[in-house]
C-alpha cells in the first residue's frame, strides 16, 4: 500500500474523511464499500505535465525570449508573465 492515511473510494478517486465511511466501510457519497480500496501508485511527473512544461518553454523561447534577443523591450506585463513562467518550469523540474 502507498503512503496514503485515511480512507480511499477507488470509484470517486479521492481521499475519503472518516466522518463520510459508514459503519459497514461504505462510502456514503456514492455508496461503494470501501474496506479493500487502495489509492494509485503516486507518479513522479504524469505524462501531462511533462507536455504542458515542454510547450510552455516552447512558448517563452519563440515570443518575448526572442523579443529580449533582438533588444526589444517587454512591458510589464510581459516581464512578469515570463518570469512566473520560468518559476513554474523550476517548479515541475525543468524542460526535459
Known amino acids: 500500500m502507498s503512503e496514503f492515511k485515511g480512507w480511499y473510494c477507488a470509484h470517486c478517486e ?46 517563452l523561447e519563440q515570443t518575448v525570449d526572442q523579443d529580449l534577443a533582438h533588444g526589444l523591450e517587454l512591458t510589464e506585463g510581459e516581464m512578469d508573465a515570463r518570469q512566473r513562467a520560468i518559476r513554474a518550469i523550476e517548479k515541475a523540474g525543468g524542460a526535459s
Open 14 to 59: 479521492c481521499g475519503v474523511d472518516s466522518s463520510d465511511v459508514t459503519f459497514n466501510e461504505a462510502h456514503t457519497v456514492c455508496g461503494r464499500i470501501i474496506t479493500d480500496d487502495e489509492p494509485p501508485a503516486p507518479t513522479s511527473r504524469p505524462q501531462i505535465v511533462t507536455e504542458l512544461v515542454g510547450a510552455l518553454n516552447y512558448l
